[in-house]
C-alpha cells in the first residue's frame, strides 16, 4: 500500500506488512555494518520516517550513496517498530527509487541545518521543506479547519466577499488602487496615464476588510463570517504588518458588545483547543525550538477568562505604571503596540479585551456610546504580540450614522446601500476581525508576521 508517512507512523498499517512511502530526503547516515538509514519527508506530519536501506539493493552503491538532502524518492520496504528513539516504526527497504536528483548539493539552500529565518524569508519557495515552516503551515491549516469548523457548528454561514470593492470600509485610505494594463491602448489624460478610473471606466480598490459587506447578510441571515485575504497599504515595516493577509470576520444580528467580546473569547479558546488537540507533534517543536512554554501558555488561556478592561481604565493603568513608554499615554490617544503589550503581559499576563476607545479615534461604522465620547469598540490583546482582534457594535440608527459619516467626510451617497441596512428593518448587530497571521504569530510564538504566511507582501517583498 502506498501511504502518507503520517499514516504508517501512527500504526495505520500493520506491523510487518509492505508499504510505500513517497517523500524528500532529509537527512543519509551511512552506517559502519554496511546499511544507510534515510530520513524520508512527505509533509504529512512533522516527523520524517526512517528508511532503512541494507547494501545488498540493487543501486546501493550506485545511487543510495549519492542521496542527498532534497532527493525524491519512492520507498517501498516492510514497516517494522522502530529501536531508535522517538520513533514508532521504520522501514526496512526492498527498494528505493530516485525519483529526482538534487542538481548540485553544495549549494542547496535547504542544508540539514539551523538556517537564518531571515535568509529562508529569500528562498521562499523552498523554505516548506524545513522543519519550521512544516510545522506552522501545517499549525495554520488547523487553525482555518477549526475556525471553519466552530462557525458551522455554531450556525454560522460563511460568505464570500469580494476582492474588489469601492469602498473604504475602515475608512482610513489605506487602500490599493486596480489599474488595467492594456499597454497598447493606455488611458490617457492631459498627455499622461490615467490610472485613477480603471476598473472598466470605474475607480476601483483591493477591500481592506469585508465587513461591511458581511453585514449586508447578516441582516438576513443572522450568523455569517468572511475569511478570505485583505489588503493595507500601509507602508509599515513592522513586525505585525503585512500588506496582503487573510482576516476572519464574523458578524451577529442583534448582538451587543459584551455578547461580541464573549464569542470571541469562546473562538480564540476553540482555537487554541484545536491546535493542542491535533497538532501535538508540531507544537512540541515549536516549544523546543521557538517558544519554550509554547503549549502550557495555550493552556493557560484557554482555562482562565480573558481580562476586562476599558480604555478609560487602561489608560490610567498605563499613566500610573511608571513604566517608561516611548509614546504618549493620553485619553484621546490611540494604543500603541508597547502600551497594548504592557496591559496584556505586564498587567494581567493573560489576553485583555480593551473595550470603549473614544469616538475620534475608531472606525464611523461603530456604535456611539450614550456618553457621546466613546463608541461601543473592542480590541482583543494578545501577550507577545498585542492586537489581535478589533472589532464592534455597529451604529444601527440611521441618524447618529449619519452624524458620524458627515464627521468623518464620507459621502452619504457613495455609502447609500450600506445606510439602507439601518432604513430597512435596522437590528443591533455587532462583529469582530481576527488577524489570521497574527493569530498564527502568536501561537507559534514568532517573531515576524512574513513568517506566519507562505508568501507575505510587504513593502519591499512581492516575489514569485
Ligand atoms: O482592527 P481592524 O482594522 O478591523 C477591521 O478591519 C474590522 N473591519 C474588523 C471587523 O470588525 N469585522 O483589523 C482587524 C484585525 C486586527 O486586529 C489585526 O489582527 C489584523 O486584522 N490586521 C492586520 N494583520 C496583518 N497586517 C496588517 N496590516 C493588519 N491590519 C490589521
Ligand atoms: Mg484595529
Not at 492631459?190 to 477591500?207: H, I
Not at 439602507?420 to 455587532?430: I, K, L, M, N
Request: charged content about 25%; proline content about 4%; some cysteine.
Amino acid at each position: 500500500t502506498t501511504t502518507s508517512v503520517q499514516q504508517a507512523l501512527a500504526g495505520h498499517i500493520p506491523e510487518g506488512g509492505e508499504v510505500t512511502v513517497r517523500g524528500w530526503v532529509r537527512t543519509r547516515r551511512d552506517s559502519k555494518a554496511g546499511l544507510s538509514f534515510v530520513n524520508v519527508s512527505d509533509g504529512s506530519c512533522f516527523s520524517p520516517i526512517q528508511v532503512v536501506a541494507p547494501s545488498a539493493l540493487a543501486n546501493y552503491e550506485s545511487e543510495i550513496k549519492r542521496l542527498t538532502a532534497g532527493c525524491s524518492v519512492i520507498a517501498t520496504g516492510t514497516l517494522v517498530k522502530s529501536q531508535g528513539q522517538g520513533q514508532s516504526y521504520e522501514i526496512q527497504a526492498e527498494s528505493i527509487e530516485v525519483v529526482g536528483w538534487v542538481e548540485d548539493p553544495e549549494t542547496y539552500p535547504i542544508q540539514p541545518k539551523a538556517h537564518s529565518l531571515e535568509f529562508l524569508r529569500e528562498v521562499a519557495h523552498l523554505r516548506p521543506r524545513t522543519n519550521l515552516f512544516g510545522a506552522v503551515t501545517r499549525i495554520r491549516h488547523c487553525l482555518a479547519q477549526a475556525a471553519h469548523r466552530y462557525f458551522h457548528e455554531n450556525g454560522y454561514f460563511w460568505i464570500n466577499t469580494p476582492i474588489v470593492t469601492t469602498s473604504d470600509a475602515e475608512g482610513a485610505g489605506q487602500m490599493f488602487r486596480i489599474s488595467t494594463l492594456d499597454l497598447a491602448n493606455l488611458p490617457m489624460r492631459e498627455g499622461k496615464v490615467d490610472f485613477s478610473r480603471d476598473f472598466f471606466g470605474k475607480e476601483a480598490f483591493l477591500t481592506v476588510s469585508g465587513q461591511l459587506n458581511v453585514e449586508a447578510f447578516c441582516l438576513a441571515m443572522s450568523k455569517v463570517y468572511t475569511f478570505g485575504p485583505t489588503f493595507r497599504a500601509e507602508n509599515s515595516h513592522t513586525t505585525r504588518h503585512l500588506a496582503e493577509f487573510w482576516m476572519i470576520e464574523p458578524e451577529i444580528a442583534f448582538a451587543d458588545l459584551a455578547e461580541n467580546a464573549r464569542i470571541s473569547e469562546e473562538f480564540l479558546k476553540y482555537l487554541f483547543r484545536a491546535v493542542l488537540d491535533e497538532r501535538a507533534d508540531d507544537m512540541a517543536f515549536i516549544a523546543e525550538r521557538v517558544q519554550k512554554d509554547a503549549v502550557t501558555r495555550l493552556e493557560g488561556f484557554i482555562n482562565a477568562p480573558f481580562e476586562r478592561i476599558e480604555y478609560t481604565e487602561a489608560v490610567s493603568l498605563l499613566q500610573k505604571s511608571g513604566h517608561t513608554f516611548e509614546f504618549p499615554v493620553e485619553w484621546g490617544l490611540d494604543l500603541q503596540t508597547e502600551h497594548e503589550r504592557w496591559l496584556t503581559e505586564q498587567h494581567v499576563g493573560r489576553p485583555v479585551v480593551v473595550t470603549n476607545y473614544p469616538e475620534h479615534i475608531k472606525a464611523f461604522y461603530m456604535r456611539l456610546n450614550d456618553d457621546g465620547r466613546t463608541v461601543a469598540a473592542m480590541d482583543v490583546l494578545a501577550p507577545g504580540i498585542g492586537e489581535i482582534i478589533g472589532g464592534a457594535q455597529r451604529e444601527e440608527r440611521l441618524d447618529v450614522l449619519d452624524a458620524r459619516m458627515d464627521q468623518f467626510g464620507l459621502d452619504r451617497e457613495h455609502y447609500g446601500w450600506y445606510r439602507d441596512f439601518r432604513r430597512y428593518g435596522t437590528v443591533p448587530h455587532a462583529g469582530f476581525g481576527l488577524g489570521f497571521e497574527r493569530l498564527i504569530v502568536y501561537v507559534c510564538g514568532l517573531s515576524n508576521i512574513r513568517d506566519a504566511i507562505p508568501y507575505p507582501r510587504a513593502p519591499g517583498q512581492a516575489e514569485y
